[in-house]
């Protein structure tokens, strides 16, 4: 089979290179039709890749942190001046309302503007009468950055910016699933960052394994399911590799009996359907009083039902479509259980024919806490309300999860909510607001929701190993 050019390419060592084996397919996932071909990279263009990061390291590392800082800053602006082509690029294979495309990609220019920004101890030194002390965070070498596909972009500048303000070089693979923005970034990138200090390459589902696997790659910053989680980990263990690892989540929102019903109902509605559900810190399980269950549950429905479903191309489209058909079939598999179950639901939503993923907001109402719907992260647009009395029981039913990624807490009781927040066993509790991670936060899960932190200053150290210079003066 002859294979059309691909429309988007690889950067490699400062220059943007085609396929030299096979072709991926992408496509749109309101359509089902093909929006773009990219390289699927073999051995040698891996090769080729970490290579060039690594000799690229040499001179980065040796870089003026305030010139690193420069060119952050600089490909924060060259994405931002792009924004209107990338969002329609990022609609076009991952589905969201353009609207939601647009902040994705100016957030990926606020993020690198962000660490671009950061300060990070790199040089403490301590002195005593006999003794001067330097403990120095040096880069560790060439970073994997591996991406899913619900955020392909926001979640690679948050693999770029620490690693290049810390001074390593990188390599970033994005999903097979939704490579052509982050490629068409590499594009826009390719004469702003030095040759080979950022790395981008696209391929199937081997590409993974073979990354975090090659002999040159000193930190592994994975986001991504659990299942693979484990399998970088054991992976990184081959190269003893650093890893972090930011997983799934199974996040609980807590509704106390003070709160204003409509208004927190709405943010909550929002926590648990944003970008169709398919976000790691999506509320994704909902804890409502016993007092306002009825009117929180009520206003929650009129909410799913109203909500507009479709191409994200569309004017006034609220969620767009599950983001692949795996994902798509997962998804309604579990909302057919559900009923199959005999749980009851509030809002059982269309799941219309084809083309497209589409699935529209699905409520079920206060089902078992082992239903599957309450235990497994659907990571799509269904809900389940569950009815709580107190608050001691409502934590134990939090914490009954293999995840502890992050949650929310909402009620006028500012002091009540920080105290329950704080029994909760996740990284992070959002109190009266949605979850939404920023850059000055270090941001990691408990459990099976992952290991070290992305984030803040904590973060970037992350990205370094700790030397100590001990000197004994003479
Ligand atoms: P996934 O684990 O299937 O894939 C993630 C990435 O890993 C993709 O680029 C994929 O190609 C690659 N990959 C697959 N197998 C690999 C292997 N053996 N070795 C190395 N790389 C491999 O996840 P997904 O389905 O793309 O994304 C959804 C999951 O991501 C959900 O569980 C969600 O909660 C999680 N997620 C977590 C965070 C977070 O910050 N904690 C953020 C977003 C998504």
């Known amino acids: 089979m002859i294979h059309p050019e691909p429309t988007h390419r690889m950067l490699i060592g400062g220059r943007l290179v085609g396929a030299e084996g096979g072709l991926l397919s992408v496509l749109n996932p ?10 699927d990279a073999g051995d040698a263009q891996l090769d080729a890749a970490v290579s060039a990061a690594r000799r690229a390291f040499v001179t980065w590392r040796a870089t003026p942190v305030d010139e690193r800082r420069a060119v952050l800053a600089a490909c924060a602006s060259t994405v931002r001046e ?19 495309a647009r902040i994705e990609i100016t957030t990926f220019a606020d993020w690198l503007d962000a660490h671009a920004a950061m ?4 040089d403490e030194i301590t002195e005593t009468g006999t003794h001067r002390v330097r403990v120095r965070r040096v880069p560790l070498g060439v970073v994997a950055g591996i991406v899913p596909w ?20 990188i390599v970033v693979k994005p999903s097979p699933y939704t490579p052509l923005t982050t490629l068409r970034v590499g594009e826009l990138l390719a004469d702003v ?51 972090t690892l930011e997983l799934g989540g199974n996040d609980a929102a ?28 999506a509320a994704k399980r909902v804890y409502v009083h016993e007092d306002v269950y009825d009117a929180f549950a009520e206003r929650f429905a009129e909410l799913a039902r109203s909500v507009k479903v479709g191409n994200g191309m569309e004017d006034g489209v609220q969620l767009g479509p599950l983001q692949n058909r795996a994902q798509y079939e997962k998804v309604v598999g579990l909302i057919k259980a559900t009923i199959g179950s005999g749980a009851r639901l509030l809002v059982e939503g269309a799941i219309p024919d084809g083309p497209g993923y589409f699935v529209h907001p699905t409520v079920v109402d206060d089902p078992a806490d082992d239903a599957a719907i309450v235990t497994q992260e659907p990571f799509g647009p269904v809900v389940p309300l569950l009815r709580f009395r107190d608050v001691d029981d409502v934590v134990r039913r939090a914490n009954d999860s293999e995840y502890g990624l992050a949650g929310t807490v909402w009620s006028r009781d500012i002091a009540a909510a920080e105290e329950l927040a704080a029994r909760i066993e996740v990284g992070t509790v959002w109190i009266n607001q949605e979850a939404i991670p920023t850059p000055d936060l270090p941001f990691g899960g408990h459990k099976a929701s992952g290991i070290g932190v992305e984030n803040g200053l904590e973060g970037v150290l992350e990205h370094t190993d700790i030397q100590v210079l001990s000197i004994r003066k003479a």
């Open 254 to 281: 807590i509704v106390l009996p003070d709160v204003d019903v409509d208004e927190v109902a709405r943010r909550v509605f929002w926590t648990c359907f944003v970008n169709s559900g398919q976000l790691c810190i």
């Open 30 to 39: 309101a359509t089902e039709e093909i929006v773009g071909h990219v390289p």
């Open 193 to 243: 960052v030095p040759a080979g200090v950022v790395n981008i390459i696209s391929g199937g589902d081997s590409l993974g394994p073979r990354l975090t696997g090659h002999p040159g790659i000193r930190k592994i910053a994975f986001v991504g399911s659990s299942a693979t989680g484990r399998k970088v980990m054991a992976s990184a263990a081959r190269n003893l590799s650093r890893v």
């Open 82 to 100: 792009h924004t209107g082509e990338l969002a329609v690029l990022l609609t076009t294979e991952q589905g969201k309302p353009l609207a939601d």
């Open 119 to 122: 300060e990070y101890p790199d």
């Open 150 to 169: 619900n955020y392909p972009v926001v979640l690679a500048a948050k693999k770029i910016g620490p690693a290049l303000l810390a001074g390593n070089t």
